[in-house]
C-alpha cells in the first residue's frame, strides 16, 4: 500500500468538498433553470447532480481506505471546496458557464491529486483521478455544446 502525504490527503478532503459544493449547485439549477431549453437543462442538470454523489461518495470511500474519516459541515464545505458556492446564476446559459466553471475547478484539483498519487506511487487514487477527469471532460464537452460553442479547454 501506498503511503500518501498529509497534502494530498488534505486536497482528497478538498475534492470531497468541491464534489458536495458541485452536487448542492446542481440542485439549485436543476430548480431554477426556465425557459425555451427547460425540459433538456432541467434533465442534464438533474443527471449532473446524481453523477456529482457518485464522485463524492468514490472520494470520501477512498479517504475512508487510507484511514482517513470524512465529516463535514456547511460551512466547511463552502470553506474547502475550490468549487465556488455562489449561485447567481439566473439564465440558462449563465447556468451552463457556471458549471463549466466548476468542471475547470474540478479537473484542475484532480489533476493535481493525479500528479502527487502518481509521484507516491498511489495507483488507486492514482486510477480514481483519472476515471474522474474522463467523466468531467465528457461532460464539459456536452456542456460547451449546451451553449453552442467549441470546448473550452479543461485546465
Known amino acids: 500500500m501506498a503511503i500518501i502525504n498529509e497534502g494530498t490527503i488534505a486536497k482528497l478532503r478538498r475534492?470531497?468538498?468541491s464534489w458536495q459544493?458541485?452536487?448542492?449547485?446542481?440542485?439549485?439549477?436543476?430548480y431554477n433553470v426556465v425557459g425555451e431549453t427547460f425540459d433538456e437543462l432541467h434533465k442534464l442538470f438533474k443527471e449532473l447532480y446524481e453523477e456529482a454523489d457518485a464522485h463524492y461518495d468514490a472520494v470520501s470511500?477512498?479517504?475512508?481506505?487510507?484511514g482517513e474519516r470524512v465529516v463535514f459541515s456547511c460551512a466547511e464545505l463552502a470553506e474547502q471546496s475550490a468549487v465556488n458556492d455562489e449561485n447567481n446564476a439566473n439564465t440558462p446559459q449563465e447556468m451552463l458557464r457556471g458549471t463549466i466553471d466548476?468542471?475547470?475547478a474540478l479537473s484542475s484539483l484532480q489533476t493535481e491529486i493525479?500528479?502527487?498519487?502518481?509521484?507516491?506511487?498511489?495507483i488507486v487514487t492514482n486510477d480514481l483521478m483519472v476515471q474522474l477527469n474522463k467523466a468531467v471532460e465528457f461532460k464539459n464537452w456536452m456542456v460547451s455544446a449546451q451553449l453552442g460553442r467549441e470546448v473550452e479547454p479543461v485546465k
Do not use: C, G, P, T
Not at 470511500?61 to 487510507?66: K, L, V, Y
Not at 493525479?114 to 498511489?122: A, L, R, T, V, Y
Open 102 to 104: 466548476a468542471f475547470a
Open 21 to 30: 459544493v458541485f452536487n448542492i449547485k446542481m440542485h439549485q439549477y436543476h
Open 15 to 17: 475534492l470531497a468538498a
Open 114 to 122: 493525479w500528479f502527487e498519487s502518481d509521484d507516491q506511487k498511489d
Open 61 to 66: 470511500e477512498r479517504m475512508r481506505q487510507i
